[in-house]
């Protein structure tokens, strides 16, 4: 009798422990496959930002297998993926590794992580440097670039073995960010080359970029760098004045139509080369040409009529020199009378084509 009640206390026991057990061996997978596919992707978009496309990137746990195409150097491809966060080992295949350097001749040294920034009184400098001569010759390209009307923030450390072995990484640094106010900053962590802050004009965008790819070769370079909004063009009084000016040309210029017509005849023509001279009077307007009909034929034939005549009025002022881009032809067919349709004065005046300001323009 004993036995037969010791039994079920093991027998839960084990399924106590086997539960822990099987929900671990379910939710690991899931845990390990997302984290592949962000390490997957963080790796092809470094790959993309120094250059590298069309690499293939698997990734087994935390160890990235990458694919490049020929023309790459593989050692660069390296170098990037064991970058990204994640990654705990790399094997390239494929691609086409560089020369190596011949004898005698050194490897480019690895540039220390550095940080120049700029404020409205000051220039920042954080970096380590080999001795206190490339520190000293530093702060005086600082006072060379900026006279008394800046200071430098000197937050430069001495470190023999990883320091900075002169002052030429950051001097052109310092030249390009000495121009413009406020707060601008190019920071280096190892691997990445970061430019963040306004800068006053394009021109001073592209100086610091070149300045930065310059000072740390073969880095990616995110800039970041911010310029003003371009003013908006003042806009003229002939196109202040146009939408107002259309209206009062279209009631007293109308551009009427022959009856199953969708020609710009000799007497309609006139309209329209005044039409054209409004136009090309504010360049920045568009305009839709609106085509119309009376009711003497059906619905189905009265709106390929009206597009026509839209169609027509288009070409006409196209030819007389009003860019195509900026006209929009469009039918309605009879479904817009200004006049009555039961009289003829009425559907002559419903024949018509109408120009209209687009909204959204300037």
């Not at 052109?172 to 960010?177: G, S, T, Y």
């Not at 279209?250 to 022959?258: D, E, K």
Request: charged fraction near 20%; aromatic fraction near 2%; proline fraction near 7%.
């Amino acid at each position: 009798m004993s036995g037969l009640v010791r039994r079920p206390v093991v027998v839960w026991l084990l399924a106590a422990l086997a539960v822990p057990v099987l929900l671990t061996a379910v939710l690991i997978p899931a845990r390990a496959g997302t984290t592949e596919e962000e390490i997957r992707d963080r790796s092809i978009a470094a790959l993309q930002a120094r250059g590298i496309s069309g690499a293939e990137v698997d990734v087994d746990g935390r160890d990235a297998k990458v694919a490049v195409p020929a023309g790459v150097d593989p050692g660069v491809a390296e170098q990037v993926v064991a970058g990204v966060d994640g990654v705990r080992a790399v094997r390239v295949e494929g691609g086409t590794p560089s020369a190596a350097p011949t004898a005698g001749t050194a490897a480019e040294p690895a540039v220390a992580p550095f940080e120049v920034g700029r404020t409205s009184n000051s220039i920042r400098v954080r970096a380590a440097v080999r001795d206190q001569q490339v520190k000293d010759a530093i702060a005086a390209q600082v006072d060379k670039v900026l006279g008394e009307e800046r200071e430098l923030d000197d937050r430069i450390t001495i470190d023999a073995a990883i320091g900075l072995p002169d002052a030429a990484t950051v001097a052109a640094l310092i030249q390009a960010l000495a121009i413009g106010t406020g707060d601008a900053s190019v920071r280096y962590d190892g691997t990445t080359v970061t430019l963040t802050g306004k800068v006053p004009d394009q021109a001073t965008k592209a100086t610091v970029a070149r300045a930065a790819a310059k000072a740390v070769p073969g880095a990616v370079v995110a800039d970041q760098l911010q310029t003003p909004a371009p003013p908006k063009p003042e806009i003229s009084e002939a196109c202040r004045t146009f939408q107002s000016r259309l209206s009062e040309f279209t009631r007293q210029y109308p551009i009427n139509f022959l009856s199953g017509t969708s020609i710009v005849n000799d007497a309609t023509k006139p309209a329209v080369v005044q039409a054209a001279a409004l136009l090309k009077s504010c360049p920045a307007a568009r305009v839709e040409i609106a085509g119309h009909t009376d009711d003497l034929g059906s619905p189905a034939s009265s709106l390929p009529l009206s597009e026509r005549r839209a169609a027509a009025v288009k070409a006409t002022l196209v030819r007389l020199g009003v860019p195509a881009g900026r006209l929009l032809a469009h039918g309605y067919g009879e479904t817009f009378p200004i006049a009555s349709n039961d009289t003829p004065q009425g559907r002559i005046a419903n024949r018509r084509v109408e120009l209209r300001v687009l909204q959204g323009n300037s």
